[in-house]
């Protein structure tokens, strides 16, 4: 896993992107056990995720605890646990997650660029082929944010966002999406 240092903030949002380790890739019954992890570790932790999105071997949300350094105890409990269960489901043992990161939302515009990147990602990497697969694909929180924002806004700006990543690279588009890279702790 990656060795990063991460500083969180009370009451901030981070973009938090897990990788598991390269030859896994995840079935349906991996995506569920990843997916009860999250919610449950939210309900009991009293941690808010938003804009999830569980595709073949990465996940990606946005994260919010009210507490100082939450996020640092929600992340190791959810490595550890999925990677023991999901080890022991496999037979194997080691390296479940490659690496993790971690991004702070700095603002509005950026929580909705990063929320639209996260729900078009399973779009993105052909996973659905189209929204009407999307709306049914269960490991997105996109049939919620249709409900909440509607369906055309929602899906005008995954558009947007996909559009712009197609035409920058890495850096430039974490730039465009107005987010701070890796909050690396000082020495």
């Known amino acids: 896993m990656n060795n990063s240092t991460y500083a969180f903030f009370q009451n901030s949002i981070y973009f938090i992107t897990y990788h598991a380790a390269d030859d896994v890739i995840f079935s349906d019954r991996i995506k569920r056990i990843i997916l009860k992890k999250l919610c449950d570790l939210c309900k009991e932790m009293d941690v808010s995720m938003y804009s999830l999105a569980i595709l073949d071997n ?50 509005e515009t950026a929580y909705y660029n990063v929320s639209a990147y996260i729900l078009g990602n399973p779009l993105r990497h052909g996973l659905v082929k189209d929204f009407d697969e999307l709306y049914d694909y269960p490991y997105s929180d996109f049939r919620k944010y249709c409900e ?37 702790i000082p020495e």
């Not at 990543?165 to 890796?182: P, S, V």
């Open 58 to 107: 990465h996940v990606h949300f946005l994260l919010q605890t009210q507490e100082k350094n939450k996020e640092k105890e929600f992340i190791r409990r959810f490595a550890g646990g999925t990677a023991r269960e999901i080890n022991q489901l496999n037979g194997k043992t080691g390296t479940f997650w490659n690496r993790y990161f971690a991004w702070l939302i700095t603002d």
């Open 148 to 184: 909440l924002h509607g369906r055309e806004a929602v899906e005008e700006k995954i558009l947007a966002v996909l559009k712009i990543k197609n035409t920058k690279n890495e850096d430039e588009f974490f730039e465009w999406l107005n987010i701070r890279r890796k909050v690396d």
